[in-house]
């Protein structure tokens, strides 16, 4: 049903259903608001009136203990002067209680036993003997009659007595009935104040008060129209009752025991205020209830109640909460009424003319241009058209930028597909290439690895051979230290053979010696002779040994000689041999080494290679892939060359 409706319908509708929610949301918070404000200063103000009022009355009920307490401080000054005739305190309470406020009903002043002369020389007084001779007087009157009398003892035992003398601070009773005269009962309550004497309590004075004479003070109490106040004291009497005349003398609980559930007395018996609503079955309407603490003496506490119709506290509230249901019922009705035709003047007839406009663009004609009144506008219409304008110029640039990029993009997707056809052809005949390369190097590779082997046993040769080089050094320097050892023998030798020959020498010129004595001896010496001349001959024949001996060992000196100089001489050889065999050594050994890099070398350009040979594979086949994209892209610019072709544009500046 909706959507067959018309645009300016449509609108008005979206616009005014959340502008009236808004509007009834808005007033329902603005009612709820005010009302809890308001709510909270009438009650703020109940209470505070209610505080003025108990301030009033407070005054009034504490005017009679200001009295008390200016008596008390005269009979203090009396007594602390000496002063202890009972007559002069009971003519001083007799002329004060006559110049007190008619609603005082009576007054009393009573001392400890023996504070005001011997008790128990009153014994037998009428007047003090129901309290065994204790001094105490107490005097009452209504209008011009009066009666006095003593205490008796169970009176002294009640709290107007025993809470001063116990706390030592001034005290207010409950309400009570007492009997005047001894047949007018009445209703009263009493002020009890201490009396000290060096800081000690001695004694109290008691004002009597008619509860009667607050009752006109609490029922003009009226702080808004049809409020109605009631008045108890700290134990829960009721000693004022506007509501109901006989709850008087009733407990408060007992009046009214919905009260319970809200602790109303102990709440005033702290000293604090409370309120609370409920529905009056007297006045058949909802009322608020307010209590407000009368602080009569230190944390002592009567109670004031306020009733007030709601009415009449929430009236101000209810008549703001009137003219604001008024106010947004006439904002309604003017929105009904308004709303539509602004619409209709204000944005359906844009919005049809726009529709035309996206008509033609939704069939690709974008060459059009908005109405040259909407572009001139100034308002949300202007910036639309202005922006359907900057859309339509941005369109047309950027189809033809894209057209005429579609057909460069065919014109590169040509040459480039060209292109890589070429590139695909070398790389084939690069990958060929690489594969005869790296037959080739797997060739030289071998060569090398059988020339490095080669070059390896030839390393290990010279060093064997070398080694075989230390061992004939070796043995040729032993050689010569053994022909060292046979020429210095055959020196020895000779140095013996020419010790010899000495001998022999000297053996021979002794023989020759003993052959001229023999001679001399004659026939005695020939036996010697022949001895001497045969021992001359042996030593002849052994210094001719010698000499032979000689001979050889010198010859053989000087072959042993030329021995160690030829061992010598091969020594030095093997030596520079040795070290020529070291160099060797080691030029084998950088040969080795340079031919196992060459080897390390080869192998990794055998990898590389073949790294090079994978990379141009997949070079190749990147080619193809490229090959296959600008074909792709070669149909895909056509493609997008016909779609360009749906637009239909302005001529191209």
């Known amino acids: 049903m909706f959507k067959k409706l018309n645009l300016q319908v449509k609108i008005s509708a979206v616009i005014l259903i959340p502008f009236l929610l808004m509007i009834i949301v808005s007033g329902a918070i603005n009612v709820k608001s005010v009302s809890t404000i308001t709510k909270d200063l009438s009650y703020k103000v109940l209470e505070q009136s209610s505080t003025g009022e108990a301030t009033i009355l407070q005054f009034f009920l504490r005017e009679e203990l200001l009295y008390t307490t200016g008596l008390q401080y005269d009979v203090e000054t009396l007594y602390n002067d000496g002063t202890r005739t009972r007559t002069v305190y009971e003519n001083m309470i007799n002329n004060f209680l ?59 035992t009640e709290d107007y007595i025993t809470k001063p003398l116990s706390t030592g601070k001034p005290y207010i009773t409950p309400i009570y009935e007492y009997l005047l005269f001894g047949t007018k009962k009445e209703q009263i309550f009493s002020w009890c104040v201490p009396i000290r004497n060096n800081g000690n309590v001695i004694g109290v004075i008691t004002t009597d008060i008619l509860v009667s004479s607050i009752n006109s003070l609490v029922a003009n109490i009226q702080p808004f129209e049809g409020a109605e106040a009631s008045l108890f004291d700290s134990d829960g009497n009721i000693l004022y009752d506007a509501q109901d005349t ?106 049809y003319l726009l529709a035309q406009d996206m008509v033609k663009l939704s069939n690709g004609d974008i060459s059009w241009s908005p109405p040259k009144q909407f572009l001139a506008l100034t308002d949300e219409w202007g910036i639309i058209a202005n922006g359907i304008q900057t859309t339509l110029d941005n369109l047309n640039k950027i189809v033809h930028t894209v057209k005429n990029s579609a057909d460069h993009v065919s014109t590169a997707a040509n040459e480039v597909l060209s292109g890589n056809n070429d590139l695909a052809s070398r790389t084939e005949m690069q990958a060929s290439s690489l594969e005869e390369t790296a037959s080739s190097m ?78 001399r001896a004659g026939e005695q010496g020939r036996g010697f002779a022949v001895v001497a001349s045969e021992v001359r001959n042996l030593a002849q024949n052994a210094q001719e040994s010698v000499k032979n001996i000689t001979n050889l060992i010198n010859d053989s000196n000087d072959k042993v000689t030329l021995a160690t100089e030829s061992v010598k001489e091969s020594q030095s050889i093997f030596i520079e041999l040795e070290e020529k065999m070291d160099k060797a050594a080691d030029i084998m050994q ?56 749906y637009f239909k544009l302005r001529e191209e500046e």
């Not at 065994?132 to 009066?146: C, L, P």
């Not at 192998?603 to 040979?613: C, G, K, T």
């Not at 990379?615 to 360009?644: H, R």
Request: hydrophobic share 40%; net charge neutral.
């Open 98 to 156: 006559d110049k007190m406020h008619p609603n005082v009903c009576g007054m009393s002043i009573t001392f400890l036993p023996n504070y005001v002369g011997d008790d128990i020389n009153y014994v037998n007084d009428p007047k003090y003997s129901a309290a065994n001779g204790q001094f105490s007087y107490y005097v009452a009157r209504s209008g011009n009659q009066k009666e006095s009398r003593g205490f008796r003892s169970q009176e002294l």
């Open 590 to 645: 950088k040969i080795n080494n340079a031919s196992q890099e060459q080897k390390r070398g080869v192998e990794q350009i055998n990898l590389a290679i073949m790294e090079m040979d994978s990379s141009v594979q997949k070079n190749a086949a990147l080619v193809e892939e490229a090959t296959a994209a600008s074909q792709s892209l070669l149909d895909e610019s056509k493609d997008l060359i016909d779609s360009i072709e």
């Open 246 to 351: 006989n709850n008087v003398t009733k407990k408060l609980y007992a009046a009214y025991d919905y009260y319970k559930q809200y602790n109303v007395l102990d709440v005033i018996n702290k000293g604090t205020a409370t309120n609370f609503s409920a529905y009056s079955e007297k006045l058949k309407k909802n009322v608020t209830y307010t209590f407000v603490p009368l602080e009569l003496t230190s944390g002592q506490y009567w109670g004031l109640k306020l009733l007030v119709p709601n009415n009449v506290i929430f009236r101000e509230s209810n008549n703001i909460r009137n003219r604001i249901i008024i106010i947004s019922l006439i904002i309604m009705i003017v929105a009904f009424l308004i709303t539509p035709l602004i619409i209709k003047k204000k944005v359906s007839n844009v919005i």
């Open 442 to 519: 797997n060739e030289i590779a071998s060569n090398i690895n059988e020339s490095a082997d080669g070059v390896l046993k030839s390393s290990q040769m010279v060093m064997e051979a070398k080694q075989y080089i230390n061992k004939v050094g070796n043995i040729v320097k032993e050689s010569v230290i053994k022909m060292n050892d046979v020429n210095e023998a055959s020196g020895k030798i000779m140095d013996i053979t020419k010790l010899i020959e000495n001998i022999a020498f000297q053996t021979n010129i002794l023989a020759l010696n003993a052959s001229v004595e023999a001679a």
